[in-house]
């Protein structure tokens, strides 16, 4: 829902090329300023790698992957965003800074340092999403936002993953917020009950 919402608005806004990669399609955007071109695993790419090498022949923008997978999906990825285009992915992980440890985590351990040296490099930021329930028993999404800055980049550059989280508490002025900040929010405006916020904010290890 968050990869379509963004593809959509710079559809509306921008003069862009975009290539998405799905598995599947599950909503047709129809080219308005932008030009977007949808691509399914199976029926047009066998594999996200290959689709992203083929992407980049085709002059993109943006490219949108809607998962990545494993190692050569996530290299293909980098790749792209060190030629200067604008890479959009997903990944599972229970938090920001874990995201880039599940990356390293899916390369052989001998690789680790150069990995690291290259999402210093390329990565713009990472949001990670979870849906919990509302007081209407809905379910609303709690965030928490990473932006990468220099004290970020040096974080992962060096492999000081538990550092971090409190640059991101640190870092309110840069628009970055925690989980536990997010969660906080929902429960003052209303939208979350004090049990829910607690829960998972145990979850996280905080109060």
């Known amino acids: 829902t968050t990869l379509t919402t963004m593809i959509d608005s710079a559809n509306n ?6 290539i998405t990669i799905e ?11 932008s030009v977007v071109k949808q691509r399914e695993l199976g029926s047009d790419t066998v594999s996200y790698s290959e689709a992203l090498r ?12 809607s998962e990545l997978l494993d190692a050569e999906a996530v290299m293909s990825a980098i790749r792209a965003a060190e030629t200067g285009h604008l890479v959009i992915a997903t990944i599972h ?3 920001t800074a874990a995201t880039i440890e599940r990356i390293l985590n899916l390369f052989p351990p001998e690789h680790g340092n150069s990995i690291c040296q290259q999402l210093s490099t390329v990565l713009i930021g990472i949001m990670f999403q979870m849906l919990i329930p509302d007081k209407k028993g809905q379910l609303v999404a709690a965030t928490e936002l990473l932006v990468v800055n220099n004290a970020i980049r040096s974080c992962i550059r060096e492999a000081r993953f538990s550092q971090i989280h409190f640059t991101i508490q640190t870092s309110a002025s840069l628009g970055m917020y925690t989980l536990h ?4 929010k929902l429960h003052e405006d209303g939208i979350i009950d004090e049990k829910t916020m607690n829960q998972h904010n145990s979850r996280l290890g905080q109060k």
């Not at 598995?23 to 300023?33: A, L, M, N, T």
Request: net charge negative; aromatic share 2%; glycine share 0%.
């Open 13 to 18: 806004d921008l003069e862009r090329v975009i």
């Open 181 to 184: 900040t997010c969660l906080r």
């Open 23 to 33: 598995d599947p399609i599950e909503y047709i955007h129809r080219s308005k300023k």
């Open 54 to 65: 083929h992407s980049l022949r085709q002059d993109p923008d943006i490219i949108v992957v």
């Open 93 to 95: 992980a229970p938090d």
